[in-house]
Every structure is written in structure tokens, then in C-alpha cells.
């Protein structure tokens, strides 16, 4: 079905968008196909390396967790299309603004592995440098972020730059206030913001039908943000519905809802048990749907992977896997006094006055203590 | 130089003018503040010569005015954000004390959010609930952010000129019952005349040190004239600043005369004058006569405007705490 809403072609329905079903075979799209034409053997195999690889940052990470090395993970097992389809969409000036589980974008955008589990080990507050990959640190708070890019896109457009943002949260932040607001400050400004909300299913133990009675797509239609419904899982569907949101953006078109849905195969986080809240039939109905098996039967049908092209991919995924290992491992603990970095950008006495007694305090470990034979 | 007799509020809209002129990434943006001129009249002709990309306004939501500012910011922006009444920034809350306070430290310094948070506080208006509170402690607990309040017409121009330019986020609070004070305003005045953190000694004294901010300052100075009446000396000490606090003058004063006593709307408990108690004591335990007392609103939600005179300090209740700490109860 699709509705026409604010004078944007909207496609709101129970059946997503689908350009791979989970055999491998191609699905013809009237209007979204033509978004994807671009993307040849060379490109479709980039996107597959791509999900094989975002799948091996998270297998690995998840094993630093339970080896001790990082404090907390959370997965996006499940995930890797909806993350992947999305960031090869984005431009390098558009603008990412994540929550905390967009590992797959960071990777995209080009985070360096080697940093990427310095906020998950506790050496450092974020991973990367936003400036640096045009991606803001991760947002905790849920749904605090789709402000944060919605206020960007208006800087954007009062430039006159050609940039997009796009914004990332889940289902259960469709709940959030913030997020509603958010709706109604991006329709009201008419700015260049793309919501995409990965819809995994569940919000660590509520189930979507708790946040929503309707399709996630259709919460922004009566603030004016018209929305898209995806498979998630179909990397080529994601990028097309991306592209069509960021097109709209850029050509003035004002914000779209993307609902990528999905499912979250692994655990909220690796500190969360979801055997003690969902059924395994569940699990194994999503298991048929994979993001990487369908590209790879689709290459495969289709002739354009073969066995060294296949080990190539292997050989990327290790790559990226050793980095991540040994930039997490050999990642230094921070020292004492740098409690007190940036905290604010300018000179401030409070914060003065404390370093300099904490270093004092530490200080006075080393000294020895007078008239000790010790 | 030229100065004038200005009112407070004016002189506000005054530094909001030179800062629109003089930095084309300046923005505001709030509630009504467009052709309304906000509910007090702050924002007052501004539009109308900036323009709405420049004086915005927004929808009627605080978090959402708070959280596309750090949007803004990040894109190279300093944003103005009006928050109409001090009993509406609560909705804010999370975006101020969780992002604008913090994505600095975050991001270790690659993200600089100069965002001025205006927030029209304090009693004395004869308002309803939510239109009289005085919420700066809650912002003073939190890293990250700069608090300040001016109390006169000439600090309040320069003050909101300077927390445009500063690159922290600041929350300026402004004496909404004292929007209509007038006192000479030189709206030239250079930016770095006076620092933003910096506590002002606005009457010399020598028995009683009296500090205090915001809406209080006028009521200090006439307790202080009253008490020279009846042959007390107070010193009083416009704070100027919540967040950092300068201590430094603070406790110059407090050597001199061995006695402080802290005023402010704001109830007492867990409010800036159990802070400035605190580190007035710790650093003049030995010239102190007298502890430090507290003078401030009572321990309550803000009553009823009938109310209000009971609940808001005034020259006698400073003065009782004055006396208490000359042993004169």
C-alpha cells in the first residue's frame, strides 16, 4: 500500500519493502529499485564484506566481553543490514547521530576498529572523534539524540548546505517524549532529517506491542513526518529507502520515518538474559530471514562470488578482527589527572583546585613517609 | 562612552542586539519570542530586524528547544534559548544535565556546545504556580555548566554578552521582578571589563558580610542602608556567579568583618548558601566570630501569591540574620 501524506509519496504498510527475499532472488520495486541500479557485483560484494565483517565486530566483542577485556557490549546481531544498507546511503557530509548500538554504522563511516571498544572497556567516555567521521558520540538517554539532529539539520539548512542527518534509535524510543518532539520541531522547521528506527522487536524485555499498537512507520504521519516501512534485514531495500529519505531531505522535501524492522538475535546487552523473556521459536523464525545469508545465496545465484572472492571476504573480516582485539587489549588505562579533561572548554577554578589536589593526594603515595626505616 | 538609564530587561535585549550584530552564528530561540517579543518583552523588535532564521520560534516544547540547540551548537551555531518561566525548564532537565552539560567531556573536547540558556527566575510577581521559582542549584549540582545571575541593568547587559561568548554552555538567570529596575547602562562596555565568574562588591562594610544574587541584590542594599541606620556596617557582595563561585572575594570580605550572612530565593536546604557556608568556613574557620547563616526561601513548594511576602526574604529577615550573628537577637 501506498499513501500519499503531506505531498510525499509514502509507503506505509504491513508487507515492508523487500529488494532480496531470504532466497537470494531479486524483488522488482516500481519506484525503490531504480534507487539501487547503481549497485553492480562489485558494489553488492562491498555490501556483503561489509555485513560479514560489522557481524565479526560483534561476535569479537562480545567475546572480549566475556573474556573480561570490555565491561559491556551490546549487540547487533541481527542488525547488520539495517546498519549497513543505512550508513552506504549517507554522503560525507551528512551527519550521524547514533544511539549506543550503531556499531555497524561507526564501521561505515569509518571509526577505526582499533578505537572502537574504548567506550565499552571504560578507557574513554566515546569511541571515535565525531569530527572525524561526521558521527556524534553515542547517546545513552534514549531518544535524547533525535534532537540533537534535528537542530543539526536546521544549521544545515539555514547554510544552505546540500548535507542530510540521520538519526538512529530503536522501537522502544518511539515511547520517548523526545522523539515525538523531536517529529514535531523537524516537520514544523521542514529540515533535512532522516528518523530510522530500527525496529528490533524488543526493547531489552518489552515486546514493540508495548510501545505500539500500530506500525512503528506510521508515528510520524500525523506530526507530518511521513514514513517508510523496510525489511530490515534487506540490505539492498534499506539502502533504497534511505536513499529516497535523504533525497527528500536534500531536495527540500522535509524529514521521512524509516521503520527498518528487524530483529535483535542476541541479547540487549551482554549483561541481559533474554531466555528468560522470549519464546526460541521466535529466534528461529527470524533465523530463516538472516541479513548476510540472503546477499550471499543472491551473489551466489547470480554467479558473482567465487571461492576467492569468498576469502577474500574471510580475510577482511579477520583483519578488522585482529585490530579490534589488539587495539582494545593494548589500550592503556587513563591516567588520574585526566578526570578532569574537557569538562569544560574554558579555564574553570573548581576543577583547577580539584586536579590539583587529586594529584597532590596521589602524590603523597610516593613520598616517604618521614622517619620510616621502611 | 555613552551610558543611559535603561531597565533591566531592556538592557538584556540591548546585549542580545550587539551579540545578533556582531556574530552571524548567534540564534534565538524560545517560546514567543518573535513577535511577541517574549512574555516579558526581552526579546522586544528583535525578529523584526534579524529576521525569523535568526530569532526563532520555536514550538512549545523546552526539551525540544534545549535539544535542537545542541543540534545547532554542533554545526557551528550559538544558540540563545529563552525558557519562558523558571518552573518550565524541568521538561528541559535531561537535555541540559545529560547532553548540553556533558557531550563536551564525551566527546573529550571535539564537540563545543556555546549554548546561553536565559531563564527569567525568582518571586514577587503575584504569579501562579511553576512562575516563581528559583531552580539555579540544580544547575550549579552539575559539571559542565556555568551559572550565573545578573541583578542590575549595566551586569545584565554585559553579562549576556559574555555568556554568548563563552564557549561552555552558561545558564543565565535573569530577576524577572526586577526586569523594570533601571540604572546607567554604557552597552559599549568592553567584554572583558569585568570577568562573568567574578563576584562584585557592590557596598563596603566592616561588621557583617551579606551575599547574595539575583533578585536579592536590591533587597541586600536596603537592609544594608537600614542596618547604617542603626549603626551596623554590612559589606555586600553581589555573587554575580552560582557556578564557578569566587571565593576569592568571598572570603577577603569575610577576613575583614568575621561574620557572613547568605541570601537567596531559592530554599534552603541543599541550596548555594549551605555551599558557600561550606568553603567560607573551611577557609576562615579562625576569623570567624559567628557561624555563617542562611536567609532564603522556606523548605516548601512556592505558595500562593497571597503568600509570596511571607515566603520571599525581605530586609527584616536579613536583618534578623544579621543581627543573630552580632549576638543582637
Known amino acids: ?374 | 562612552m555613552t551610558t543611559s538609564a535603561m531597565p533591566l530587561g531592556q538592557a538584556i535585549n540591548a546585549g542580545l542586539r550587539r551579540a545578533l550584530e556582531d556574530d552571524p552564528k548567534v540564534l534565538l530561540m524560545g517560546e514567543d519570542i518573535g513577535k511577541l517579543g517574549g512574555v516579558f518583552r526581552v526579546t522586544q523588535g528583535l525578529q523584526k530586524d534579524f529576521g525569523d532564521h535568526r530569532v526563532i520560534d520555536t514550538p512549545l516544547a523546552e526539551s525540544g528547544i534545549i535539544g535542537t540547540a545542541i543540534g545547532l551548537a554542533m554545526r557551528g551555531y550559538r544558540p540563545v534559548c529563552e525558557i519562558q518561566f523558571d518552573g518550565f525548564i524541568y521538561p528541559a532537565f535531561d537535555q541540559i544535565v545529560s547532553q548540553v552539560a556533558k557531550i563536551h567531556y564525551r566527546t573529550r573536547g571535539d564537540v563545543k556546545l556555546p549554548i546561553t540558556i536565559r531563564v527569567p527566575f525568582g518571586g514577587g510577581i503575584g504569579a501562579v504556580e511553576h512562575h516563581s521559582e528559583s531552580p539555579e542549584a540544580y544547575f550549579a549540582h552539575t559539571a559542565g555548566l556555568r551559572v550565573v545571575a545578573c541583578s542590575n541593568a549595566a551586569d545584565a547587559n554585559l553579562m549576556i554578552r559574555q555568556a554568548i561568548r563563552s564557549d561552555d554552555p552558561v545558564m543565565f538567570f535573569e530577576p524577572k521582578r526586577r526586569y523594570w529596575d533601571k540604572t546607567e547602562v554604557d552597552v559599549d562596555t568592553a567584554l572583558d571589563s569585568f570577568a562573568l565568574h567574578r563576584a562584585r562588591i557592590l557596598r563596603a562594610g566592616s561588621d557583617v558580610t551579606l551575599v547574595t544574587y539575583g533578585p536579592l541584590v536590591a533587597t541586600a542594599l536596603a537592609a544594608a542602608r537600614v542596618a547604617e541606620e542603626e549603626g551596623t556596617s554590612i559589606e555586600v557582595i553581589d555573587l554575580r556567579s552560582i557556578s564557578p563561585i569566587d571565593f576569592d572575594t568571598i572570603e577577603e570580605s569575610v577576613r575583614r568583618t568575621g561574620r557572613l550572612v547568605v541570601a537567596h530565593e531559592a530554599p534552603v536546604f541543599f541550596g548555594p548558601g549551605a555551599e558557600l557556608a561550606a568553603r567560607i568556613t573551611e577557609r576562615c574557620f579562625y576569623q570567624l566570630e559567628a557561624p555563617v547563616l542562611r536567609v532564603g526561601g522556606f523548605d516548601i513548594p512556592y505558595p500562593p501569591s497571597k503568600l509570596e511576602e511571607h515566603y520571599l526574604p525581605d530586609v527584616d529577615r536579613i536583618l534578623a540574620a544579621v543581627d543573630r550573628t552580632r549576638a543582637e537577637d
Request: with cysteine; aromatic share 6%; glycine share 8%.
Open chain 1, 1 to 374: 500500500m501506498v499513501r500519499r501524506v503531506t505531498g510525499t509519496e509514502t509507503r506505509v504498510s504491513d508487507d515492508a519493502l523487500q529488494l532480496i527475499r531470504e532466497s537470494g532472488e531479486r524483488i522488482h520495486d516500481d519506484t525503490f529499485t531504480a534507487l539501487v541500479e547503481d549497485i553492480g557485483p562489485a558494489q553488492l560484494r562491498q555490501l556483503y564484506q561489509d555485513l560479514v565483517v560489522v557481524r565479526r565486530i560483534d561476535a569479537e566483542a562480545t567475546a572480549l566481553q566475556r573474556q573480561g577485556q570490555v565491561a559491556l557490549w551490546a549487540p547487533l546481531l541481527g542488525q547488520e543490514a539495517a546498519q549497513v544498507g543505512s550508513a552506504h546511503a549517507l554522503l560525507g557530509q551528512d551527519y550521524v547521530f547514533p544511539s549506543y548500538r550503531e556499531h555497524g554504522v561507526a564501521y561505515c563511516r569509518g571509526a577505526d576498529p582499533a578505537t572502537l571498544l574504548q567506550q565499552w572497556r571504560g578507557s574513554a567516555p566515546s569511541s571515535w572523534v565525531p569530527s572525524e567521521i561526521g558521527m556524534a558520540a553515542p547517546a545513552i538517554v534514549v531518544g535524547a539524540q533525535a534532537l540533537h539532529a534535528t537542530g543539526y539539520a536546521l544549521g544545515m539548512k539555514l547554510d544552505g548546505a546540500e548535507g542530510a542527518t540521520i538519526v538512529y534509535f530503536g522501537d522502544g524510543a518511539t515511547s520517548q517524549g523526545d522523539i515525538s518532539e523531536a517529529f514535531t520541531f523537524a516537520a514544523s522547521w521542514h529540515v533535512p532529517v532522516v528518523f530510522f528506527c530500527q525496529n528490533n522487536q524488543w526493547a531489552i524485555s518489552e515486546p514493540v506491542r508495548v510501545q505500539s499498537p500500530v506500525p512503528l512507520a506510521e508515528r510520524g504521519v500525523g506530526f507530518g513526518v511521513p514514513g517508510i516501512r523496510v525489511d530490515g534485514n534487506d540490505v539492498l531495500a534499506v539502502l533504497a529507502a534511505t536513499r529516497f529519505a535523504l533525497a527528500q531531505a536534500r531536495s527540500g522535501g522535509g524529514p521521512t520515518l524509516i521503520e527498518a524492522v528487524t530483529y535483535r538475535m542476541g541479547p540487549h546487552t551482554t549483561s541481559d538474559d533474554p531466555n528468560r523473556y522470549r519464546d526460541k521459536a521466535e529466534l528461529d523464525g527470524w533465523r530463516i530471514k538472516d541479513p548476510i545469508e540472503r546477499v550471499r545465496l543472491l551473489l551466489e545465484r547470480e554467479g558473482l562470488l567465487d571461492d576467492e572472492q569468498a576469502a577474500a571476504v574471510a580475510r577482511a573480516a579477520d583483519e578488522v578482527a585482529a585490530k579490534l582485539r589488539e587495539g582494545c587489549k593494548t589500550t592503556p588505562d587513563p591516567l588520574p589527572e585526566s578526570l578532569f579533561d574537557h569538562v569544560y572548554a574554558e579555564p574553570h577554578p573548581l576543577i583547577s583546585e580539584q586536579r590539583t589536589a587529586l594529584a597532590a593526594h596521589l602524590a603523597s603515595f610516593d613520598a616517604p613517609l618521614e622517619g620510616s626505616s621502611r
